[in-house]
Structure formats: C-alpha cells, structure tokens
C-alpha cells in the first residue's frame, strides 16, 4: 500500500473515529519485542473502604483524609461516554455502582443501559469490591463476588468477563482457582505480582525486576508497570 494511502486512511480513522461495540475479548496478541507495549484502559478503582468510610468515599466527605468522591466519578463518567461514542470505560466496584444506579431517573438508567448494550461501559471484576486476597475467609470472596454478579445479572442481563485484582497485597491460589477458572472468567488482570514469578517470567521491565532495598526478594509483592487513568 503506497505511503499516501496509509497516512489517509489514519487520518481518516482518527477523525471518523471508531464506533464502539460489544466485541470478544482478543487475548492471543504477545508482547513485541524491542518496542514499548502500550495497553490502555480506562478503568475504576475506587476502594470501597480504604482511609475513609464507604460512605465518605461516596459523598466525596473529609476529603482532607483522601480526596474521593465516588458519586461525582460515576457522574462524569456516564456523561462523558454519552458524549462520545469512541469512548469506552470499565467499571470495577459494584457496591459503589448500585448505591448510584438506585439514585438515577429511569431515563438516565435506560441510557446507562444502552451504554451497557454498545460495550462502551462494561463492568469487570464485578464484586461488590475488588478484595483482598490475603486475609478475606474464601467464603467471604466468594459471597460478596456473587452479591455483585447477581446485582449485574440482574440489571443489565450480563456477567463479567475479566477479573481485576489490581490492588491486593499478593495472589492466592483461592483466588485463581475459584474466582477465575470456576466462574470461567476469561482473564484475569493483576498488579502486584511476588518478584520471584518476575524474575522467573521476565515479564515486566528492567528497574521492576529489583525490589526495594528495605524489603526481602522472596517475600515481597512489587507493583508490574501500569498506568491508572481516572475522568
Ligand atoms: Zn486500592
């Protein structure tokens, strides 16, 4: 293809834009060697309890503690994919989701679901939260994912694709098994990985390769390269 039908056509791509749809999950690409592999996603993470209260996570309260405020997130969000059709987002905390969704109008929830029809807004993970791995009793996992996937299941006639343990400190088996081949997801999304896997994969970047001097290189858990972007 000559050089000037190539610049068109991304030009024309970049300015018709590419109409967003419910697609299937392509999972066969693999890093390319010797350039930098860029992934984005537009994601939520917002801790269903962390430095503040669930509630004042919500609200957007004592936002000297953590400036949080969870309802204006999901406010914006919603706006912003109305806005523009290209854009698409993944909505992670059912418990934060559900408090808004009995809040609205029927005529925003009836555009919230279209969004949910076109794949511009998909809920991943799909728990009332994204738990811990470490210390939660697996009963408790398996109970508050189930809460939230029936809340999805029953609003928007869908069920998560993907998990997103983004921010547990360290992976359990419990988690991989019954949370990921039992409820056949298909993939699974983590950030904080134990560093000898890393050495042993080679996966992640040089400087992640090294732990920090003040803590053990068996037992330490170090975050894989990622970017979090928020609206
Ligand atoms: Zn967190």
């Given at each position: 293809m000559a050089m000037s039908t190539i610049l068109l056509t991304v030009l024309l791509g970049l300015f018709l834009g590419v109409k967003s749809e419910y697609i299937a999950y392509n999972t066969s690409a693999k890093i390319v060697p010797g350039k930098i592999n860029v992934h984005l996603v537009p994601h939520s993470h917002d801790?269903?309890?962390?430095?503040?209260?669930v509630d004042q996570y919500y609200v957007g309260a004592?936002?000297?503690?953590r400036g949080a405020c969870v309802q204006n997130v999901l406010d914006s969000l919603i706006a912003a994919l109305l806005e523009d059709e290209n854009r698409k987002f993944i909505y992670v905390e059912t418990a934060f989701f559900q408090r808004w969704w009995r809040q609205q109008s029927p005529k925003v929830k009836g555009k919230v679901k279209d969004l949910v029809n076109s794949g511009q807004l998909e809920f991943i993970n799909g728990g009332m939260c994204m738990h811990?791995?470490?210390?939660?009793?697996y009963i408790d996992m398996i109970d508050q994912t189930t809460l939230g996937h029936l809340f999805i299941k029953d609003e928007f006639g869908q069920t998560p694709r993907v998990g997103w343990q983004?921010?547990?400190?360290g992976h359990s088996a419990v988690q991989a098994y019954l949370l990921g081949a039992e409820i056949q997801l298909q993939g699974l999304c983590t950030l904080t990985i134990n560093n000898t896997i890393l050495k042993t994969e080679g996966n992640c970047t040089e400087k992640h390769q090294n732990p920090p001097s003040n803590v053990d290189s068996d037992l330490s858990v170090i975050p894989c390269p990622a970017v979090q972007l928020s609206i």
């Open positions: 801790d269903v309890g962390w430095l503040k209260t004592n936002n000297s503690i811990d791995e470490a210390t939660p009793h983004i921010d547990p400190f």
